[in-house]
Each structure stands twice: as structure tokens, then as C-alpha cells.
């Protein structure tokens, strides 16, 4: 190892022993040939790694390994990508260039690399108003071609956010929420579910770092009692099972600290009533044609002990997920009194669950495994196929259409059809056939007549009306959602304004003629770019129908006063408006809050607005966003909006500090729920306005069948007030949940 003299004696037998356990780890095929290649990949990352440290000082080598063990151990890939794993920063970081890859490795290594390789951020292109959205696109154009860059891709992402705590706090931010905005559910959509949960649990950490210690923290003083609960649960309905001769193992499985703070905030509860904290995994081994009686055999056992939640039963056995997942839930009530969360499923679907796409390729030829993966990587390919956006436009695109959860709707001749929720009868239509969706004037959904509009729901059987003198029409933009139904409507409306192309033309170079205006390409390019319309075939389509008249080409080739540049410019020596320093307080005052200063760099004296989008109050964990020409919008890092932001936007994060002041109050929203009684308002004013000494701004109160529902909104110093409130009005006998507005917005319109 004579080029590795950078090393130390330690480091190299660190090296050693992490590649030692990547073999381990490398399941797939692994010959002379395979091993050879992968030591030559290593050796070669080593040497070009050799003067690279990461941030907590470690060599860099220690990071392509440990993506490469992730890569082979967790995801289940082979040689190619344990190749591309050890040697994806080699180009970026390095002098190596992809020819050199190319050279040594053959063209599909290089060509992955290419795509796990970042666009430079220097790039000097002023368009590009999103460098971390190009880089996105760039990674998910692989999609066409090899889906193996998306998956070294997310082994390299998971291993970033494992060794995240050496990094600044805003890079922590960044990092975790590109994280949770794109490479979590894309690890999902894929079918990696550990990887994914543990992606998720990650970006918690480091979004919400005061509730992610708090549910640790109670997890860890309740595993004594799960494990008793369990172990009771599950010793009758294992001795059964072994009296059947049904093979199987029993896992026990706590929920990831970001699936139970999601539970919370969804049912509005504390952690201690959150029941399904674990869950139960019964894993059958039988023979792949038995799998569905297996399955509902050990489901058939467990019913016979406790009784099940039918409301909570979900089988992706029967129809699996789109992603490949297949799996039987129950929830069934213990004896303790407890309802437990039990999941049934095969070595096989345990498999496929863990490390999703890779393991689905081991099945996929079998006659009893049905995946929609196929159809989902047909779907992306299409979508990437479609015109040219802007890399935000595209992005979005993607999450709406391919993150999105599914329904299942059904034809009129039964087959069944998967369409991201919140499509339409017209997406439907779109999906069957573009000219479908071009002439579709309405639907027969479930045998009742719909609208074009109407939202479908899984189950639905749906049969598209058409006419043939239907004619698409710019509206449908607003209520089509699937990218297939708006590359076909946009196609559609195309062809539709060609027809117009003569009229048009005739329109347009008579009005050329009128005003002595030369009918140049220059000038109808002039005219076009005046009127911000796409292209000619727009210009004749809206000259034909006199949305374009002489009148406005008069004024698109008026003369402006002066010459040279001046002539492009309204009023060249004005001066610029200053600023309203005070624009933000007024605002707040208007709402009877002013804000707090802010401490980061040297940043304390620029204007700044509290985004209404989350409310912060000092004691919450915020960030700044900083955009040209506008106040930092400061945000609570847990905001969903910050969350897409940062993780879009991340060279504009500034990390930000309440500084506070002590007779400044801030505007806070409650929301609880209660038994309706006689002096249930008075008890809940007299703890907030005498025991508390807080300002109530305003309040809301709908009672039904006996029970209340409040929203307040009142004045805080902090969030910690904010807490004390909570903690007092929970020990009300009569109120059953409390819980913080993210918005106060809703409550304060209500007066």
C-alpha cells in the first residue's frame, strides 16, 4: 500500500477491517472476477481519497466504504453498485475524471457515477434559481436508464445523516430537510422501508431535536413494560402456531420516534396514549404458493385469542403495495387491555420490505409475485419524458405524481388502474388514451353521471363519456393533476390552435401591412416576446379569436424616447424607493405583537417578518430564510413550508436566535377539546387570566351532543408560558386534549 502513506498504521487497519466487512456483507454474486473488480475500485478510491478528511477529522476513505457495506448490506446490491458506491465522489472530490472511470471500470460504471455526481455550485448560470432542484432533477433523470444511481444515491444520503452531528447547524438544517422533502420517500416509493424510517428518524433529530429526545427518552422508561405486554401477548399464539407445524419467528419492533410524533400530532394526543409505539411481526416460512393461506392462517390464530379492530385491518397481501410491499395488519385488543399492532408476512415480503427494489428483482419472475414497481418506473419514465420545466416546477411535479399515495379505480371491463389521490374523472380519461381526455365531456362513476371534475376514490368503477365535437379546453389545467393528463392536455390544446394557424397569419401581416411594419422573423419573434406569449403558433391562435388586435401591436412596436440602452429603460436615474425599515413592526402592530430581535452574524439589524405559516415565539427552535430584495422570513424549523424551503433553498439558510424582551408578548393559538358542563368557561378563564396572568385575544367555543370545542388565542412570553398553559388546562377533568395552533390565522378571523 505504498500510495496509502498518508494513513496511519491505525487508519490503515480501520480501512482494512471496514473493507473486510463489506465482503461480509456482499450477498449477491461474488467470483474471483467480482471480488478483483471491487478491490480495484477500493484500492483506487484509497489512493484518490488519500489526503481527504471529513468534518470530525476521520479520512474520507471511511465514507465511500461505508456506502458500499450500506449498498451490499442493507439494500442488497451487488458488484456494479458496490463499484459506483466506493468511487461516487471520486469525480466530484478529485482529479479523476469520468473518462478515467470509463477507462477502467467500462461505460456503465462511469455512466452511473456521472449521475451521482453534483452539478458544480459555482456554475455561473443566473437562471438557475435552485442549485439543490438541479441537482435533484440530474439524479432523478437516472431514473430512465438505471435506477442503481437512486440507490447508491440513498445509501450515501443515509450514511451523511448517521454521521450528521459534525456538521454547522445550519448544514444539520439543509442536509435533513432535502432529507425528509426528497430522499425519504423516495427510499419509500421504492420499497426500502428500514431505510426509510431511519432517514425520517434522522431529519427528526436534527428539525426537532427537543421532541425527538422527549419520545427516546419515554421509550426507553417504557421498554420494561413492552416487553412483559409482548411477551404476554405473544406466548399462546406462538404455542398454537407450533402445534399447527407453521414455521415462523416472532420480531418485536418499536416505531421510529418520527411515526409516533406523526401519530400525536395527527390524533392530537401525548405520547402515554399513543398505543401502537411497537408492533408485533409474525415472519412465516413457507413455500411462495402458500403464502396467502399461510398468512391468513396465523391471522385466523391470533383472532381466535383477541379480538381484532376491523376497522384497522389492512391487507397488501391480497393487493400489494405499488412499491411491492405486501403485508397483513391487525390491530387486535390484549388481554391487558391494550390494543397491540400486529403485522403478518413471509420471509419473502419481509425481504422485500427491507430492501424494497433490490430484493423485488429476486421474485419478479415468479408467478405469485405482483409489484406495481414496473408500472411506477414506467410512469417515471414517462413523466421525465414530457417537456422542459424550470427544475422547482419539475420537482414538485414529481412529488405530486410519483410520491403521492395511490387509489384503485377499476374500468368498466374490471381492470384495475392506479392514480395518485386527488385525480380526477379527467385524469382517468387521460390515463386510458390521450385523444380519451381530449374528447371526455363527463363520467359515469359507479353508474352515476359525474363532472369532468369530480375526484375518484379507490374503488371506483369508472366509464369515460365522450364527444366528438368536445375540444380541450385551458380550464382543465386547473383540476388535472396526473403529468400524463397535462402533457396530453397541453399536446391537445396545441393541435387545437394549429387549426387557427391560417386566420391567424392573414390577421397578423395585414396589421404588419397597416402600420408599414416589415413582416420579419425578427419582428414576429419582437411581437411574441412583447405579448409573453410561447411561440407563433399561440400568436396566430389568439390574433384569430382577437385576443391579440391591432391595437397592441401598435403599442408592441411604439417607439420608446432616447437610443442605445437607454431605450430599453423607463426612467434610467431615478433612485430606488428606500425601504420601509419599519414595514414588519407596523404589520405586527396591527395584530398587537411586535417581533423579537435576532442574533446571527451580522444579520441583527435586517429587516425581518414572523412567518404566519407556524407562529414562532421565543423558546421555539427557529431559522431565517434569507431571498433577495425581501426581510428574512423566519420560521420554526419543524414548519412543513420551511421544511420545502431549506430543502430547495439551503445556501439561504441562516441560523437565527430569539433575543429576548422581557415586556414584549406574542401572539399564541390553543386548541382543545371537553366535556360540556356548568362552569367548565369560567374554570378555563380563571387559569388562564388569574392563575396564569395571560391576555386572552380571542376565543371560539362550539358545543354538539355535550361536547366542546375551543380555540383561544392569547398572549405569551415564551413558549415555555405557552407550555405551562397546556400542562394547567390538561389538569381540567373535563378537557380531554389540548394542543398548539400552527396556525393562529384560522382563530384570529373569528371575531
Not at 455526481?117 to 432523478?140: C, H, P, V, W
Not at 450515501?156 to 430537510?177: A, C, E, F, G, Y
Not at 401519530?263 to 416460512?285: A, C, L, W
Not at 413550508?641 to 414584549?664: F, H
Amino acid at each position: 500500500m505504498s500510495k496509502l502513506e498518508t494513513y496511519s498504521k491505525e487508519e490503515k487497519v480501520e480501512m482494512l477491517r471496514r473493507y473486510r466487512a463489506l465482503i461480509e456483507v456482499w450477498h449477491t454474486r461474488k467470483d474471483v472476477t467480482d471480488i478483483w473488480m471491487v478491490r480495484k475500485a477500493f484500492r483506487l478510491a484509497a489512493d484518490a481519497h488519500k489526503d481527504m478528511r471529513r468534518k470530525s477529522g476521520e479520512p474520507y476513505i471511511f465514507h465511500p466504504l461505508e456506502v458500499a457495506t450500506i449498498a451490499a448490506g442493507e439494500i442488497g446490491l451487488g458488484r456494479t453498485s458496490i463499484i459506483c458506491a466506493l468511487l461516487h465522489d471520486v469525480v466530484e472530490d478529485t482529479e479523476y475524471r469520468l473518462s478515467d472511470i470509463e477507462a477502467m471500470f467500462g461505460e456503465q460504471i462511469a455512466r452511473i457515477i456521472d449521475g451521482l455526481t453534483k452539478i458544480d455550485d459555482l456554475i455561473g448560470d443566473t437562471d438557475i434559481k435552485s442549485m439543490q432542484a438541479e441537482n435533484y432533477r440530474k439524479i432523478l433523470l437516472t431514473l430512465s436508464y438505471d435506477v442503481r444511481v437512486i440507490l447508491v444515491k440513498l445509501a450515501d444520503r443515509l450514511h451523511n445523516m448517521r454521521t450528521l452531528d459534525s456538521m454547522s447547524p445550519v448544514k444539520q438544517l439543509k442536509i435533513s430537510s432535502e432529507t425528509s422533502f426528497l430522499y425519504a420517500p423516495l427510499a419509500n416509493r421504492l420499497g426500502l422501508y428500514a431505510l426509510k424510517s431511519e432517514l425520517d428518524d434522522l431529519s427528526m433529530k436534527y428539525i426537532e431535536p427537543t421532541v425527538y429526545q422527549s419520545i427516546h427518552r419515554k421509550m426507553e422508561e417504557s421498554r420494561a413494560d413492552r416487553e412483559v405486554r409482548v411477551n404476554a401477548f405473544v406466548n399462546p399464539v406462538s404455542n398454537t402456531l407450533k402445534q399447527m407445524n407453521v414455521k415462523f419467528r416472532v420480531l418485536n419492533r418499536d416505531k421510529t420516534a418520527h411515526s409516533i410524533w406523526q401519530r400525536m400530532k395527527e390524533k392530537e394526543i401525548p405520547f402515554e396514549e399513543v398505543y401502537d409505539t411497537f408492533v408485533v411481526r409474525f415472519v412465516i416460512d413457507c413455500p411462495i404458493e402458500l403464502e396467502k393461506i399461510e398468512c391468513w392462517r396465523v391471522y385466523a390464530t391470533i383472532t381466535q385469542f383477541y379480538r381484532p379492530n376491523n376497522d384497522r385491518l389492512r391487507d397488501w397481501i391480497s393487493l400489494p403495495k405499488a412499491n411491492g410491499y405486501e403485508s397483513l395488519h391487525a390491530t387486535v385488543m390484549s388481554n391487558s387491555g391494550k390494543w397491540i399492532e400486529v403485522q403478518i408476512r413471509t420471509e419473502k415480503m419481509e425481504e422485500i420490505a427491507e430492501k424494497g427494489y433490490a430484493a423485488y428483482w429476486k421474485y419478479k419472475d415468479s408467478p405469485y409475485s405482483e409489484s406495481g414497481l414496473d408500472e411506477w418506473l414506467s410512469k417515471v419514465r414517462e413523466l421525465l419524458d414530457t417537456e422542459e420545466v424550470s427544475a422547482i416546477d419539475f420537482i414538485d411535479n414529481f412529488k405530486l405524481n410519483l410520491f403521492s399515495d395511490e387509489i384503485s379505480v377499476f374500468t368498466p371491463k374490471g381492470k384495475m388502474i392506479s392514480l395518485p389521490i386527488g385525480s380526477t374523472a379527467l385524469d382517468f380519461a387521460y390515463n386510458i388514451h390521450t385523444s380519451l381526455g381530449n374528447s371526455c365531456i363527463g363520467a359515469n362513476v359507479n353508474h352515476k353521471l359525474v363532472p369532468l371534475n369530480y375526484p375518484l376514490k379507490s374503488g371506483d368503477q369508472v366509464e369515460i363519456i365522450s364527444s366528438k365535437v368536445q375540444q380541450p379546453k385551458e380550464e382543465w389545467y386547473d383540476f388535472v393533476i396526473t403529468a400524463r393528463a397535462k402533457s396530453g392536455l397541453k399536446e391537445g390544446i396545441r393541435e387545437l390552435r394549429k387549426t387557427y394557424k391560417e386566420l391567424g397569419r392573414e390577421k397578423v401581416e395585414g396589421w404588419f401591412k397597416q402600420l408599414n411594419i416589415e413582416s420579419s422573423k425578427q419582428n414576429i419573434l419582437h411581437l411574441i416576446e412583447f405579448e409573453e406569449i410561447s411561440g407563433i403558433v399561440d400568436l396566430y391562435y389568439y390574433s384569430a379569436i382577437d385576443r391579440i388586435t391591432l391595437a397592441k401591436v401598435k403599442a408592441a412596436f411604439r417607439e420608446k424616447p432616447g437610443s442605445g440602452i437607454l431605450k430599453y429603460l423607463t426612467n434610467p436615474f431615478s433612485r430606488s424607493k428606500p425601504k420601509d425599515e419599519n414595514n414588519i413592526v407596523q404589520s405586527d402592530k396591527k395584530e398587537g405583537v411586535f417581533t423579537p430581535s435576532l442574533i446571527n452574524h451580522q444579520m441583527d439589524e435586517m429587516n425581518y417578518t414572523v412567518s404566519t405559516c407556524c407562529n414562532p415565539i421565543p423558546g421555539d427552535e427557529v431559522v431565517a430564510l434569507y431571498f433577495s430584495n425581501e426581510p428574512l422570513h423566519i420560521h420554526r424549523t419543524n414548519c412543513t413550508k420551511a421544511r420545502n424551503l431549506m430543502s430547495q433553498y439551503g445556501n439561504n439558510i441562516v441560523k437565527a436566535k430569539w433575543r429576548q424582551k422581557e415586556d414584549i408578548a406574542f401572539l399564541a393559538g390553543i386548541k382543545l377539546t371537553g366535556i360540556d358542563s356548568v362552569g367548565f368557561i369560567h374554570r378555563l378563564t380563571q387559569i388562564i387570566s388569574i392563575d396564569l396572568g395571560l391576555n386572552i385575544r380571542n376565543m371560539q367555543l362550539e358545543s354538539t351532543g355535550g361536547v366542546v370545542e375551543l380555540m383561544i388565542t392569547v398572549y405569551v412570553k415564551n413558549a415555555q408560558q405557552l407550555k405551562d398553559l397546556i400542562s394547567s388546562l390538561r389538569k381540567i377533568k373535563e378537557i380531554r386534549k389540548v394542543s398548539r395552533l400552527e396556525r393562529i390565522a384560522d382563530a384570529d378571523t373569528l371575531n
